[in-house]
Nanobody, 128 residues
């Protein structure tokens, strides 16, 4: 199954965008999902992670209080509401899921090698 991310685009500094991510097959089951971002030549960075069942969410320090991850369990869509965007938020944003959640998720959510499925991502550019 592929994860389909959408909602990226060009926005001015201080602006907002909402990204969406949904599996291509709605029968696909996952227990946790996260948003990562990557700038060419840089390591992929975990931005936000969520346990799908109870909605517990975690954020990187760089986006905390500006980004919000949420979900719609009815159609298994996850959103990333981004506000107060800065030029350094410019990147390709990917969503990823994992089938298993352990009690160390509070720490491991940010590590890309703990995720099973990925999508091609959506470009976010913050520029005046």
């Amino acid at each position: 199954v592929q994860l389909q991310a959408s909602g990226g685009g060009l926005v001015q500094p201080g602006g907002s965008l909402r990204l969406s991510c949904a599996p291509s097959d709605r029968s696909f089951e996952y227990y946790a999902i996260a948003w990562f971002r990557q700038v060419p030549g840089m390591a992929r960075e975990g931005v936000a992670g969520m346990i799908r069942g109870d909605g517990t969410a975690y954020y990187s320090d760089s986006v905390k209080d500006r980004f919000t991850i949420s979900r719609d369990n009815a159609d298994k869509t996850v959103y990333l509401q981004m506000t107060s965007l800065k030029p350094e938020d410019s990147a390709i944003y990917h969503c990823a899921t994992r089938a298993i959640v352990t009690n160390s998720f509070w720490y491991t959510w940010r590590y890309q090698n703990t995720y099973d499925s990925w999508g091609p991502g959506t470009q976010v550019t913050v520029s005046s």
